[in-house]
Each structure stands twice: as structure tokens, then as C-alpha cells.
């Protein structure tokens, strides 16, 4: 099989902003966006102080490791398992944050409503001059507004969001070691790369290839796999391997929110890998017409999500963003093409 020269990846560009930004940018309201980064700052330093003042405990690390890792299930539990404790508002306010910046606008509602409940005497009581115009209120009530206005921009521009596959589309099933993931596929409008990985999944050549790069940061969250030389070649080419060949990138206006599969590209490249993608868990909207979206994942998101949670190994020169134990691909199944 084909090595690139280059690593295939996905683009990460965090200077340059695309037009879909530029365009959020323009039409978002500038008083809550600066509104909502200030008290997240306020709220990060409180929270990171009272957490240094209860560290001689252990209740705070699982709130402090779920956060760090911006995991929302282990937010979730540990909420769920705080009831009635001093942790309860914070992990509130974690997964309402976290759940915001992973485009779950209803569950960061739901827990900012709970969070404006709560009787914590700095989140819920306590009013400061962030509301419009200067206007005192709670920060909890501030979040929750905030979330109310971000749904509705988002339900009003659906540019930021897909339409759902036709129900005629064929159906891709990855089977891993950590259970099935379900692509339908846009035929419709990435015909090249659908009939190209529907014809390398039929001749089995995802079997036993690895999910090879896990990125998790503030800017994105994904999984990519389809590199034949993680079935038995060193880790130093990692990234770098394909069936022979590339593919012309499809503009078809599809963009890069939670739970979609796209193609992976050569760094520095303008062409799409032939055989390798990646999922996204996050909306990673700075990758709009530059990375070619062709499938969403209508079934097995959790187990993307804990392939995505993987621990990764630390950095050693160009070898980086590396699962510490890679989940493996050991077959495929295409029905409907």
C-alpha cells in the first residue's frame, strides 16, 4: 500500500478564520459574547480557588479530572452524584459550559436553570454588573440567558448545522474493539468519497487498522483512523499511509458540527487522503471548506465519544496526539450500495 510523504490530518489553523467565522463573528451579539468569556474567566479563577482550599479532600478530583478532560458522561455522574453537596453548582455549571462548547444547547439550558436553583452563595446569589447595560445579576442567571440567546441564534442560522441524510443513502458500520458505529453516507452530495470508502470497505481494507490520532482541545474534538500502516508499521509513519492515491475535495456546503465523518488531508495539502477520515465531536466549524464532510454517525456516538476520551502518550517530536491504547477497527459492513 501507498505512504504519503506527509502526515494525513486533519488542518488545524488557529490564526486564519474561515468565512463561516467571519460570519458569526459579524452577526453574534459582541455584549454577550464579551459578557460570557468574562465571567467564564471569573468563574474559572473562583472555582479554581476553592478547589485549591478542598484539595487536602479527594470529593473535588473527579470534578476536576472530568472538567480537565471535557468529558461531559463523567460530569454528568459526577453531578448526579453530588446531590445535596457544596459540589452540586459547580458540576452544574461544568456541564453547562461543557455542553455548550459541544453544541448541546438544550443540556447546557437545562443545567444553567438548575444552576440559577441552587442556594451557592458566589454562582446563584451573589449579583454582579454583567447583566444588559451594566445591569446587576447572578452569574447563573447571566449563563443561562447566555445559553437561551446562543440556542436561538443557532436555531435561526441553520448554516451551522446539516440536513439529515435521505433515507435512501447506504449505511456504513464500523466494528471496533469498543463496539459499532453507524455512518449513513451522503451519496447525494460527496458522491466521490462515499463510493470510495463503500469500495475499500468492501475489499476489507479498513480490517484491523487503528484509530490512530485523537484530538482533544479547546478548538476540536476528533477521532481519525484509515491508515493502513498502523496495521503493522512504525509508529513514525503513522499518518502517513493511503491506498495509492487521493481524492478531489467536494464542496458541498455540508460543515463540521458534533457527529459527522470527514475526509483527512495531507498536511499542507489540498487534496482529500484516500482512504483516511476523521469524526467530529465538537463542532470544528474553522474546517468548512477545507476538509470535505461526507457521512453523519447515526448510530454509536457514545462509542466515538470514549474512543475520543482515550489517555494520550506525551509528545516526542513530530509523534503527537497518539492514544496511549488505539482502538481497532476489525471490520466493516455497508448496506444500501
Not at 443540556?107 to 444588559?132: M, N, R, W, Y
Not at 495539502?269 to 477520515?277: C, E, I, K, L
Not at 477545507?290 to 466515538?304: A, E, M, P, W
Request: aromatic content about 6%.
Amino acid at each position: 500500500m501507498a505512504k504519503h510523504k506527509a502526515p494525513t490530518q486533519v488542518t488545524i489553523l488557529r490564526e486564519e478564520k474561515s468565512t463561516l467565522q467571519n460570519t458569526v463573528d459579524r452577526f453574534w451579539k459582541p455584549a454577550a459574547l464579551i459578557t460570557v468569556v468574562l465571567s467564564g474567566m471569573l468563574l474559572y479563577n473562583i472555582w479554581s480557588n476553592q478547589q485549591a482550599g478542598a484539595r487536602a479532600g479527594t470529593e473535588w478530583v473527579p470534578l476536576d479530572d472530568a472538567l480537565r478532560d471535557q468529558d461531559l458522561a463523567a460530569i454528568r455522574a459526577v453531578r448526579e452524584s453530588s446531590q445535596g453537596s457544596k459540589i452540586l453548582p459547580w458540576a452544574l455549571l461544568a456541564e453547562g459550559q461543557v455542553a455548550l462548547s459541544q453544541g448541546n444547547d438544550r443540556e447546557a439550558q437545562e443545567a444553567f436553570a438548575s444552576l440559577s436553583a441552587t442556594t451557592d452563595p458566589v454562582l446563584s446569589k451573589l449579583e454582579l454588573p454583567i447583566g444588559p447595560a451594566g445591569a446587576p445579576t447572578t452569574i447563573a442567571a447571566h449563563l443561562a440567558a447566555a445559553s437561551t440567546v446562543q440556542a436561538t441564534w443557532d436555531a435561526e442560522n441553520p448554516i451551522l448545522t446539516n440536513p439529515a441524510p435521505a433515507d435512501n443513502m447506504p449505511k456504513m458500520v464500523f466494528e471496533t474493539d469498543a463496539g459499532e458505529i453507524e455512518v449513513t453516507l451522503y451519496m447525494d452530495r460527496a458522491p466521490v468519497h462515499v463510493k470510495n470508502i463503500v469500495k475499500l470497505a468492501k475489499e476489507g481494507f479498513y480490517d484491523g487498522t487503528l484509530f490512530h490520532r485523537v484530538v482533544r482541545n479547546a478548538n476540536m474534538w476528533i477521532v481519525q483512523g484509515g491508515d493502513p500502516n498502523t496495521l503493522e508499521g512504525e509508529e513514525a509513519i503513522w499518518g502517513q499511509g493511503g491506498p495509492g492515491y487521493d481524492q478531489t475535495p467536494e464542496k458541498n456546503g455540508l460543515v463540521h458540527a458534533r457527529g459527522y465523518l470527514s475526509a483527512a488531508a495531507p498536511s499542507g495539502g489540498a487534496r482529500s487522503s484516500g482512504s483516511q477520515f476523521f469524526f467530529t465531536l465538537n463542532p470544528c466549524h474553522f474546517l468548512d471548506g477545507r476538509h470535505t464532510i461526507f457521512g453523519q454517525i447515526t448510530s454509536g456516538l457514545s462509542i466515538v465519544e470514549e474512543i475520543g476520551k482515550a489517555d494520550i502518550r506525551p509528545a516526542v517530536g513530530n509523534l503527537r496526539d497518539i492514544p496511549v491504547e488505539p482502538i481497532k477497527i476489525t471490520g466493516t459492513r455497508i448496506t444500501g450500495a
